[in-house]
């Protein structure tokens, strides 16, 4: 027997388009300056911020200071541990009460001060989204002028999910209050730390 859930999967499934070429995306001319101090500026615009990191000490001393040691951690980096284990086949609503999410972008785009991730840096996509304060490990040579260039990345190619943050979650009403954490985290941390 066939449960309704199935049975309507089964026709999205059925009713998908014929796959066609992506189409092609000029490149555009590259503004002036160095990469990192574009994505810097970038990242600060949108209320991100940007630490020198070492090695992943720096990681574990900035979220003592920050959280505690009474915060809830989930680590998607290996070598940071965390106290809310991460795996594929957990519920994505288990980190509804996550204070800080660890994780590694595959790269940043100095344009828009954005980090990208797939399914592979987030374990469990709502990472991104359900945790209060995210900080991200990013290789500084892992930087790519703009948004042109991500989609010219076997990385983007070949996730089955991708996703650009830019900065902490943020609205503003009508008066133009703006207020950040609003639908997503409150916060976003670029530590920039060699993979």
């Not at 990681?59 to 965390?82: C, H, K, N, Q, T």
Request: charged share 25%; aromatic share 6%; net charge negative.
């Amino acid at each position: 027997m066939t449960t309704t859930r199935e049975a309507f999967l089964a026709k999205i499934r059925a009713a998908q388009p014929a796959g066609r070429p992506r189409p092609e995306v000029p490149l555009f001319d590259t503004p002036p300056g160095e990469r990192l101090e574009r994505f810097r500026t970038a990242l600060a615009a949108m209320g991100g911020t940007v630490v020198e990191g070492d090695s992943l000490d720096t990681v574990r001393a900035l979220l003592a200071e920050r959280f505690g040691s009474e915060a809830v951690i989930a680590s998607a980096v290996a070598g940071i541990d965390g106290n809310r284990m991460l795996s594929s086949e957990m519920s994505p609503a288990l980190l509804q009460d996550v204070d800080a999410g660890v994780v590694r972008a595959r790269f940043g785009v100095a344009e828009t001060g954005s980090v990208w991730f797939s399914e592979d840096e987030y374990i469990v996509n709502s990472i991104g989204y359900l945790v209060q304060h995210l900080v991200v490990l990013l290789d500084p040579a892992r930087i790519v002028d703009g948004l042109q260039d991500v989609y010219r990345q076997d990385d983007f190619k070949n996730a089955r999910y991708a996703v650009l943050v830019t900065g902490p979650s943020a609205t503003a009403d009508i008066e133009g209050v703006l207020i950040r954490g609003a639908q997503g985290v409150r916060s976003l941390t670029v530590v920039l730390l060699a993979a």
